[in-house]
């Protein structure tokens, strides 16, 4: 990664802004239910702490469309990072403003502060530059490790960085990058990209992008059904997208031409409706009912899907096999996770139902890596750059004024 790390900078004594994402979610009670994205960022707090910074951390939580909301308070997170930290987080219940200065100003090294939701300010999400400047100009420093919310072009992520003296990555968003980089830039092969869900128009650039990268790519969930309508075969009442037929020929004849092995589902569990209780069969893919629905892979395709990445020694998964919610439809996606979580490939995991899959097959420790961020590991997927990563200090850049700062001295 060419940004600036937290490593490259000294923190002693400084001001420093850490940006989270501690969008977490919350029973009906307001307890937290799952706290992996704060657990995800304690490397770098605990770093900050060693390092004797003053630490601030920003966050956002849920869409309170720039409005104060009780129910999208960041105080539930305060009594779980005191936990996880073995030390006092005090909350102050704004981000920006007089009394955030008061409380920053009387901070002592080692202090934590977590302060209100982000986005109970409407700048937040509009980057607007003046709540950029009134966030960002109390700090000394600026800590990335929000990577979950780093595709989005807000204040706290892109207009902040021109705000403070320097800004780089935490460990979190560099752990990110590293393993997406080992996986796709340089790679072990074979290389096999698993992509599921619901719409190929969701994954188009996904595929497009992966198709020059990796050696075989395996199709499945709804998203196959548009590939197989665009072979000209019957797939039911299956959802499918027509507009989107003429990329995916595109696609497939670009596959070939590149000796890209390409691999969609050859029978499916069918269902007359999208229910539970609903009556299924299995059926290949040329003999599904005129007013059924494919609603996960077969056992075929499960066995030739397994094969596939039986001599990988990279897999890229991102998206479930059928509507694994359903017990009836959930086979296929399962039994990916296992074969996902027994191979001897580097796993590399991303998106929130196949997160999901994995936590509800207690798979999560058998995989290489789980990314934290649904749409911004999407983002990397289709080559696209993070516009929350992009806006960081080059490391190039930092070493020249660093060395200006000597000869100037």
Known sequence: MDKLFIKDIDVR???????????????????????????????TINYLLDGGAKIIIAS??????????????????????????????????????????EIVDKMKPQDVVLLENLRFHVGEEKNDPEFAKALGSPYDVFIQDA??????????????????????????????????????????????????????SDKIKIVRNLAERVDK??????????????????????????????EVNSILKK??????????????????????????????YQEIPANWYGLDIGP???????????????????GPMGAFEMDAFSRGTYAMVEAIAKSHALTIVGGGDTDVALHKAGE?????????????????????????IAALTDKKEYAKKAQMAVTAG
């Not at 892109?158 to 003296?165: E, F, M």
């Not at 075929?300 to 991102?318: C, D, M, P, V």
């Open 60 to 101: 956002h939580f849920g869409r309170p469309k720039g409005g104060r909301t009780p129910e999208f308070s960041l105080r539930p997170v305060v009594k779980r990072l005191s936990r996880l930290l073995d030390k006092e987080v005090i909350f102050v219940e704004d981000c920006i403003g007089k009394k955030v200065k």
């Open 217 to 246: 790519i395996i199709i499945g969930g709804a998203m196959a059904f548009t590939f197989l309508k665009a072979q000209g075969h019957e797939i039911g009442k299956s959802l499918v997208e027509e507009d989107m037929i003429g």
């Open 13 to 43: 004594n400084k001001k420093v802004l850490v940006r989270t994402d501690y969008n977490v979610p919350l029973d009906e009670h307001g307890n937290i239910t799952d706290d992996t994205r704060i657990r995800a960022t304690l490397p």
């Open 364 to 388: 999560t420790h058998s995989v290489s890596y789980i990314s934290t961020g649904g749409g911004a590991f999407l983002r990397l997927l289709e080559g696209t750059e993070l516009p929350g």
């Open 147 to 200: 990577f979950g919310n780093c595709h989005r072009n807000h204040a706290s992520m892109v207009g902040i960085t021109g705000c403070v003296p320097v800004s780089a990555a935490g460990f979190l968003v560099k752990k990110e990058i590293d393993y997406f980089e080992k996986a796709v830039n340089n790679p072990l092969r074979p290389v096999t990209a698993i992509l599921g869900g619901a719409k190929v």
């Open 300 to 318: 075929a395709s499960t066995s030739l899907f397994l094969e596939a990445i039986n001599n990988s020694k990279t897999i890229l998964w991102n």
């Open 255 to 284: 596959a070939v031409a590149s000796g890209i092995k390409f691999y969609l589902p050859v029978d499916f569990v069918v269902a007359e409706r999208f229910a539970a209780d609903a009556e299924t069969k299995i059926v290949t």
